[in-house]
């Protein structure tokens, strides 16, 4: 394995959730190089699968896009270190206005990391199961809209490129093959 090292990072604009970086490198030929690094503390997101075993899907405005998007209910870590679990269980509830009795009614099911090249966001995803229904709580950003959908409707827009969102197509792919595989 080749040896790069970072000589310096320097902050070069922090925002609500990122603070972005240049970093310094020096490669194993002892050439400098500026990469951007783009820090985020971290988010997760969560599969709520009703008894119907339709999941519950949050439509939304995203900006970055221009348009609305259809995603699982996600979230950002309320402080750098929170546990993703309780993210996870704090944004279903928020999202969709369902809950689970307690955080550990979440199973694990996979880790993201959304844009290696350039930004150490990590999502870890969960399904949720026995859902009750309960009051949605959103930010005052938020503008949300619930759909519940089948899986394999779910799949195909993944695959006709309607579902785009990354971690979306992670999560709804690997629970896709686990459900295949048990």
């Known amino acids: 394995m080749k040896s790069i090292k970072r000589k310096k990072r320097e902050l070069a604009y922090q925002g609500v959730i990122l603070k972005v970086y240049k970093d310094y490198m020096e490669t194993e030929s ?6 951007d690094f783009i820090h985020h503390d971290g988010a997760a997101a969560v599969i709520p699968v009703r008894e119907d075993g339709k999941i519950l899907m949050v439509r939304q405005y995203r900006n970055a ?3 609305f998007t259809l995603e699982i209910p996600a979230g950002k870590v309320d402080s750098p270190g929170e546990d993703k679990r309780l993210c996870a269980f704090r944004e279903l509830e928020e999202e969709t206005g369902y809950k689970v009795a307690s ?5 694990y099911l996979i880790t993201v990391n959304t844009t290696v090249a ?5 999502i870890e995803i969960y399904i949720a199961k026995n859902l009750r229904i309960s009051k949605q ?9 619930i759909e519940a ?9 993944v695959y006709t490129g309607v579902i785009k ?3 979306t197509v992670a999560a709804l792919s690997a629970y896709a093959y686990r459900n295949l595989t048990i």
Do not use: Q
């Open 149 to 157: 959908w089948a899986l394999d409707d779910l799949m195909k827009m």
């Open 65 to 67: 896009l221009d348009r």
């Open 103 to 107: 955080p550990d009614d979440l199973e």
């Open 30 to 35: 002892n050439k400098e190089v500026i990469w």
């Open 165 to 167: 969102d990354g971690k």
């Open 137 to 145: 709580n959103l930010d005052e950003d938020e503008d949300i809209e």
């Open 118 to 122: 350039f930004c150490d966001e990590e």
